[in-house]
């Protein structure tokens, strides 16, 4: 598994004005090694069957993260999963405003 562990340099969103908040959200909260934790607990509870993966040899992409929506309660980013140099499907994460995970997607096309 090849997560990786450099530094997000990018956030994609709809409204550039954002930005400095989201920004300033992942670091706060350090949502990077949140994605990385929580991923990695996934597929530790999991097997490649129960995923709907050929294996666990997968990849997020924790340096480009999506912002998917932001509520006054809750804000959600997504990863891009990787097999190989495969776009498979996307993990999200939905996170409370003080930072807690209240809900997590794994997607696979």
């Not at 908040?21 to 996934?42: D, E, P, Q």
């Not at 992409?61 to 912002?67: F, G, R, S, T, Y």
């Amino acid at each position: 598994m090849n997560i990786g562990s450099r530094e997000i340099t990018s956030v994609t969103l709809n409204k550039p004005a954002l930005i400095d908040t989201m920004n300033g959200f992942i670091k706060n909260f350090h949502i990077a090694n949140t994605f990385i934790s929580a991923f990695n607990a996934l597929l530790d509870k999991n097997t490649p069957e129960d995923l709907d993966i050929p294996d666990k040899n997968i990849s997020i992409d924790i340096q480009n993260l999506v912002l998917v929506s932001q509520t006054a309660d809750t804000i959600s980013f997504k990863s891009l999963i990787y097999w190989g140099s495969d776009e498979i499907g996307y993990y999200q994460l939905v996170f409370t405003l003080n930072g807690q995970i209240i809900d997590e997607y794994f997607v696979i096309y």
